[in-house]
């Protein structure tokens, strides 16, 4: 990981354009549809995402026998590596997908119907983030899956010899949407096609959205009904898929909108009709006086003063979005209530317990009263210099970055982590006039 950085920003004035990569969501759905459809889909604009970069290695090089010896997430485990063999010992393929959550959760739908045995695995934290909802219904459908170490979590050993034993399955909707899509993705390469029925709330829901609205774009038909969602067995179309800029990168930028004086940015590629939930952080920052204005082929924003009013926020559709938005109103001393954030203690950190020790930093808490949060900014200070964690936790880097504009210095931790969605990051701000310096 590289080393921590000290950001400064001495004017409260930001005025640049910030051309943002593509979409970590899209292009982890695009590269499945790319690869399930042996290439008649081709995908454009491939996210600089660390996490899609991976991805595209793996599936493409399922695509060409050559880049197979090229990709460094696909090892081949030989007698002096400690991975886990088969107990006739035979060579398994591990595929190691790091801290890529939707990759790990897309991949073992993939993988479970591609007749492929391989160990899938991924970092310590992957280790620890829940898998067995979508294990079970893979099962269900007619998949050979073990687990290698915890039940109910990754590695996984995916066996191949998928015979599909049902079109219906059931799936609890409320932990994660990326068990959903990993299905919904594989659904019409299914012999039978499948029927998918959502348990309960279904969280993150606009995810759910955007994989049906890509299968779309790629020629698969789907139905909608009450809980229901049904894919018949059908083939993709020849066509392309380009992918948007990455709204949830674009929220870094409006939290900076948000924390300065005055701001003009503008941000190409964005457009309101993205299919992209975490658009609405346009309307989630409208609240603190920022104007999103689309032309261009982009979107402007502006800060105009403002009065802040609303007091509560509910995340449960935009998850990712939830530490940005915490944190602005921790700066701005905004004492609002949080809901939704359920799910935030399973992603690449325990995001709940992060920000409140984070933010313990200066003063403010954020309280948990059942399902909802409550912020406290009532013993908030402005300390001269405060570091940040980031618990390998991209998003806990760029949402506290802002902070820069109100504290002399931020020294963030393990800046490189930031590299998982967007990694011009750091290149950005000092485009927009933030001083990063190497400690
Ligand atoms: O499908 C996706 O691309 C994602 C779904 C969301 O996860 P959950 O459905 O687990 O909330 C989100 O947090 C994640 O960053 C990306
Ligand atoms: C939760 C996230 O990613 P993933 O689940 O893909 O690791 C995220 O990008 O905030």
Not at 51 to 78: H, K, P, Y
Not at 102 to 116: D, K, V
Not at 150 to 175: A, C, M, R, V, W
Not at 351 to 367: C, D
Request: a negative charge.
């Amino acid at each position: 990981m590289k080393p921590n950085i000290i950001l400064r920003k001495n004017s409260k004035t930001v005025n640049t354009t910030i051309q943002l990569t593509g979409s970590k969501s899209e292009c982890n759905r695009a590269l499945v549809i790319e690869a399930l459809s042996q290439g008649r889909v081709k995908v454009t604009n491939v996210s600089d995402a660390a996490d899609a970069v991976l991805l595209a290695g793996i599936l493409r090089s399922e695509l060409s026998e050559a880049g197979v010896q090229n990709s460094e997430a696909r090892t081949q485990n030989s007698e002096s590596e400690s991975g886990p063999l088969t107990t006739d010992n035979r060579q398994l393929t591990t595929v190691n997908i790091g801290p890529a959550g939707t990759a790990m959760r897309f991949l073992t739908a993939y993988y479970a119907i591609s007749g492929e045995e391989v160990i899938l695995t991924g970092s310590e934290r992957m280790k620890q983030r829940p898998i067995g909802i979508l294990v079970d219904a893979l099962r269900t459908l007619g998949a050979n899956i073990d687990y290698v170490e915890q039940d109910g979590y990754p590695p996984l050993h995916i066996k191949g010899g998928f015979e599909q034993k049902t079109d219906l399955i059931s799936i609890q909707g409320n932990i994660s949407s990326q068990y959903i899509t990993a299905l919904l993705l594989i659904a019409a390469r299914l012999p039978q096609g499948l029927r998918l029925q959502i348990e309960g709330e279904l969280t993150s829901r606009p995810y759910v959205e955007m994989t049906l609205s890509m299968l779309q774009q790629a020629g698969i038909q789907h139905q909608w009904e009450d809980n229901v969602i049904s894919i018949a067995s059908q083939e993709f179309a020849e066509t392309s898929i380009w992918v948007e800029p990455d709204w949830s990168a674009a929220s870094y930028w409006y939290a900076i909108a948000a924390l300065s004086d005055e701001a003009e940015l503008f941000l190409p590629g964005l457009t309101s009709y993205s299919l992209q939930g975490d658009s609405v952080i346009g309307e989630i920052m409208a609240n603190f006086g920022i104007t999103s204005q689309f032309k261009d082929g982009g979107v402007y924003l502006k800060k105009e003063p403002k009065p802040i009013v609303r007091k509560i926020f509910d995340m449960i559709q935009c998850p990712d979005l939830a530490q940005t938005v915490v944190v602005v109103c921790a700066a701005l001393g905004h004492e609002a209530t949080f809901t939704g954030l359920e799910t935030l203690k399973i992603k690449e950190t325990d995001r709940i317990a992060a920000l409140q020790n984070e933010l313990g930093k200066m003063g403010v808490k954020l309280i948990e009263k059942g399902q909802v949060y409550k912020l406290d900014c009532s013993e908030k200070f402005i300390p001269q210099k405060m570091t940040i964690k980031t618990y390998e936790d991209h998003r806990m880097a760029m949402a506290f970055a802002p902070l820069a504009l109100i504290i002399p210095e931020l020294e963030v931790e393990e800046a490189a982590v930031v590299d998982k969605s967007y990694p011009a990051f750091w290149t950005d701000l000092e485009k927009a006039g933030f001083e990063v310096l190497d400690v």
